[in-house]
């Protein structure tokens, strides 16, 4: 069975950090893509940022920057390291992870699994 489940969030004032974890088990880790995805009260989900199996990352213009994705395979848990901090960054957070992603104007796509959210509020 799979499971993603997400950790660190809370809450900030602007032009803090915060770092969320997301720890996977059900599947073999490394074989999956992993993306950071947000969404806010009465907005779209946005995908945020993704790292693959070899390692690429890729980023929203909307947190390029400020915001480093990373993972380390040995403990299957992926982290979103959040800088500088904005109010417009209060959203949920969500990791998931598929097998084969991609990029389609500016949106990541086709990811299987998903956590269920670590909530980020960010005060002026």
């Known amino acids: 069975q799979v499971q993603l489940v997400e950790s660190g969030g809370g809450s900030v004032q602007a032009g803090g950090s915060l770092r969320l974890s997301c720890a996977a088990s059900g599947y073999t880790y490394t074989r999956y893509c992993m993306g950071w995805f947000r969404q806010a009260p009465g907005k779209e989900r946005e995908g945020i940022s993704t790292i693959e199996n070899n390692g690429r990352t890729r980023y929203a213009d909307s947190v390029k920057g400020r915001f480093t994705i990373s993972q380390d395979n040995a403990k299957n848990t992926l982290y979103l390291q959040m800088n500088s901090l904005k109010p417009e960054d209060t959203a949920m957070y969500y990791c998931?992870?598929?097998?084969?992603?991609?990029?389609?104007?500016?949106?990541?796509?086709?990811?299987?699994?998903w956590g269920q959210g670590t909530q980020v509020t960010v005060s002026s």
């Open positions: 998931a992870a598929g097998a084969y992603i991609r990029w389609v104007r500016g949106v990541p796509q086709d990811f299987q699994y």
